[in-house]
């Protein structure tokens, strides 16, 4: 028999000691029952991926924050992963939503495939499960961090904000899952904007300081700082040029608005 109580789930991809995650799960216990399943380490930028080498471990623990007591399930595999453990083994059964985050670090336009939040969220959503991905805007040296200098208590209200408006239903049914940014210094009372991916980069790749090839070194990434490259209705533009929370509706749908007679004649000519 299906709880009465809304079952909700909660992931992330910083891994189950990050703080973002328990200050999520705080804000949405006002809302129902919370499931807790989180990467068992930081899987930051894992996307959707379903990494064969991931070991599935699923380690119940008991963690104690802010005076009461959870029962987690640390799982050893992506953030994706994590989530179908989550809906297949976990739960008794399907949540009526799940949200990932709160992620240390912004997740702005098409890098959105690379992110591990949204990775989870784009999962679940595949599951026909409403789904949230919410993230607090950070300096880069806490995009990998635990830091506890980072104050996610407005990120957290807008994380419950936009779980409630998930779990009343009422949802455009064309939108399987929402992307939330939330910019440093915003209050409860910043507003909030509909907006679109931006298609030019905001993370850009570098490469890696090294003298030889064979020499281990992880790519680098810069942020872009000329926000004139973004759209006015873009994720980029609002919630860093203007300071508004960016709300984007994503579809897992990518495939490209084109007429499909008109692609079809034009390949047949291309090949001469």
Known sequence: MKSLEPQILLTNDDGIDSPGLWAAAEALSKLGYVWVAAPRQQSSGAGRSMPATSDGRITAQTMRVHGKEWTVHAVGGSPAQTVQHAILEIMPAAPDVVVSGINYGLNLGTGVTISGTVGAAMESAAHGIPSL????????????????????????????????????????????????????????????????????????????????????????????????LFPEDSDVHVVLGKKHVAVTPLTLDMTAPVDFGQLAARLRHNQG
């Open 133 to 228: 991905a919410i993230s607090l805007d950070t300096a880069k040296e806490y995009h990998l961090s635990y830091s506890r200098e980072i104050d996610f208590k407005v990120a957290a209200h807008f994380t419950r904000y936009f779980a409630q408006s998930l779990i009343s239903g009422g949802f455009d049914p064309s939108v399987q899952l929402l992307k939330v940014e939330v910019p440093y210094g915003a209050s409860e009372d910043t507003p909030w904007e509909v907006t679109r991916l931006a298609t030019a980069r905001y993370y850009v790749p570098q490469p890696p300081a090294r003298h030889k090839l064979d020499e281990p070194q992880a790519l680098g990434y810069t942020m872009e700082t000329n926000l004139e």
